[in-house]
């Protein structure tokens, strides 16, 4: 367990003695899928995916009008899957969505999806649209929802970042505030995570630090955003506009292993450049150290001790737990 010193300041010995490795997200298939095409879930149907296709008349397309989640699997288990069908259907709920099936059939199609594809690890991206409709805004014209279930690889980032920690730059893009469409729905109306990210490619930063309308960091443009401070770990809180991440829920629980714990609370851009340490989390990126805000260096400017346990706690509870693929 890591523990303070008299100063409150976290010691490393801890981390000496077992020098847990950051590990980055297989990029690869296994080989026997990587031969072939993805087999994608489409209303029922298990199709290549050259056939995999919706209709332009989908309101998904036509105005970003539906829901996701994405989904990591690990060593032929699915992480924390019943909380990403619960998160689906809150989202579904919150914009009057009817999902066409039950939990069950969905957690089977899902399943069925990665089975389908022969994967062991990967990601899943699931869909759940409007439906087809005419080209007026009106939803009632949708008589039914598609739902799309795709099975395959992500690596977000490189292995050497994972190592060495990623650069964050703030951006002139605010948050969505939650008057407006709150940032809990995971709709497939992402451009304003997109304009984010395009300010961070254009600053040359690996990702975008986002604040919410009264200048409070709110999330990164796919990732929640913790900071450490004498030992202490701080998050911003749902209402500042984080997303209620499953891999934010993770951490809060790893810490409490760990004995620290984790304070939601509004955070300004100074509490993260004066941070001795920074991570970010999400299904995707994983947990994953930064070291420089802004320009200005984090810490000593190499992920520190207690972000490098998360992140090797974490891998090894990905690695253990999770709903079964194949039995």
């Not at 409150?8 to 010995?13: L, Y």
């Not at 026997?32 to 489409?42: D, H, R």
């Not at 009106?138 to 598609?146: L, M, V």
């Not at 990126?285 to 200005?296: C, H, L, N, Q, S």
């Amino acid at each position: 367990m890591l523990t303070k010193t008299a100063n409150g300041e976290v010691a490393d010995t801890l981390v000496e003695e077992r020098e847990p490795a950051i590990k980055p997200a297989d990029e690869t298939r296994s080989t026997k899928a990587a031969t072939k095409s993805l087999t994608i879930y489409v209303d029922g149907e298990f199709l290549p995916e050259a056939e995999a296709k919706v209709s332009v008349f989908d309101h998904g397309l036509l105005y970003g009008d539906g829901i996701f989640e994405g989904i990591r699997f690990y060593n032929g288990r699915v992480f924390r899957l019943e909380e990403h069908i619960d998160r689906l259907w809150d989202s579904a709920r919150s914009i009057c969505l009817d999902i066409p099936m039950s939990r069950r059939e969905m957690t089977e199609a899902l399943l069925e999806t990665i089975r389908q594809n022969e994967l062991r690890d990967g990601y899943i991206r699931q869909i759940v649209t409007r439906g087809v409709g005419n080209l007026g805004l009106n939803p009632a014209q949708c008589k039914r929802p598609t739902v799309i279930i795709i099975a395959a690889t992500i690596a977000l980032y490189p292995e050497e970042v994972y190592r060495n920690g990623l650069s964050v730059v703030t951006c002139a893009t605010r948050r969505t505030n939650p008057a407006a469409l709150n940032p809990a729905v995971k709709s497939l109306n992402y451009l304003n995570n997109v304009m984010a990210r395009i300010e961070a490619n254009i600053a040359g930063a690996d990702e975008a630090l986002m604040l919410n309308d009264e200048g409070f960091v709110a999330e990164c443009s796919a990732d929640n955003v913790f900071i450490i401070k004498r030992g202490e770990i701080f998050t911003p809180p749902i209402s500042a506009g984080a997303l209620r991440g499953i891999t934010r829920s993770a951490i809060f629980e790893i810490a409490a292993e760990l004995g620290l714990k984790v304070a939601e609370t509004n955070i300004t851009r100074h509490d993260v450049f004066i941070a001795d340490e920074c991570f970010l989390t999400g299904t995707a990126a994983e947990v994953i150290p930064v070291v420089k805000a802004d320009t200005r260096v984090i810490g000593n400017g190499k992920p520190g001790p207690i972000s490098t346990r998360m992140i090797a706690r974490f891998r090894e509870i990905t690695g253990e737990s999770g709903t079964p693929i194949y039995e």
